[in-house]
């Protein structure tokens, strides 16, 4: 006998099923639907557009006292591209599929990150809004644009603007994953992004010679020198226990070699060579320090430097439990039994910006026993944990709406 499809699974699967893919998202069609999820559930919503063609739909839920500092809770609508011969499912089908032991997979590009976590969000308001109660202080819910490019002209731009000042925000709920075992995460920080790109310009000639001052002569070192730091790292990340290394990993500093570019034919020697890394950088670090003995390292061997985000800064919330919005989470958490490992978040999400506020910052998915397949092939959730999940949020919401 099939079990009949819960109606926020179907509301998921709706969401799942608008493709907001990079570099091409239908923004416009999950506008249409956000707004309407709001206007069902009975939020407010406004349509903010910081840069034209990348809405951010932005509800309010209001609470008995709007004078007090918010809530807010994040979540972005943009997916990565897909492989799609790669995939069993189409990715924008959000099928349905029964796994025998009376569980469902719902597979979708977004279902992992994050529409699963906007939609927990949304049901959890519609919950809230069942019980006829008024919570304490405002709780807006940001569907922010871009996230997944950098988030330069979403929430980046956001934040910046009056609509968010008067938001008066004094708590971030922000992106985090499902976790393949029985314990949660709580990013309280994450690495910051210093990709960067070394430019080397030389002397050129016919490659049959032994040309001097040539561009990749110049590069060589600095790629060396990258790669012993790179190995000093990989060391110190090795020497975790494997059990707790992808937990542990944003407290090192990684840094890869992504592109190496040069030369017209094998016979001439380049006039300029180029190779680019992406680093991200441990909140244990001082980035500017770090940035500037890259700046240092590229000026003594003749090359030019371009950082390609210069603006971001570390990212981190201090765990301190005298703010009553931390307090209330952790409370909130301890109260359901939930348990939870707080880590720095190894990528990025959009609460590196909320943070440059000043206001703290907690990525939290309460998802369980879920492999990690954000931006990976037939990517899935198991329906059970995004039943379970609204109900976490529910509850957390509440706790901290009320505190």
Known sequence: MTIPEPRSVSRFRQFLQINTMQPNPEYYKCVKFLVNQAKEIGLESNIIECVEGKPLVLMKLEGSDPKEQSILLSCHTDVVPVFEDKWTHSPFAADRVETGNGDFKIFARGAQDMKNQGSMYLEAMRNIKALGKKLKRNVFIAFAPDEEIGGTDGAAKFVETCEFAEMNVGFDLDES????GDTSIVLYAERTNAQVKFTANGNTGHGSQFIEGTAIEKLLPIINHMMN??????AKYDSVDPAMRLLKSGETTSINLTELNGGKQPNVVPASYSVTFDIR???NENIAEFRQSLADLAHSNGA??????PGESSSLTKLDLSNPFISAFFQSLDSQQIKYNNIVCPANTDARYVRTKGVPALGFNPMLNTPPLAHGHDEFVFESEFLKGIDVYTTLI????NC
């Open 177 to 180: 994953a499902g976790i393949p």
């Open 229 to 234: 730091i790179r190995a000093q790292n990989k």
């Open 281 to 283: 950088v441990s909140p």
């Open 304 to 309: 030019e430097i371009e950082f390609h985000r």
């Open 398 to 401: 509440q706790d901290l709406a």
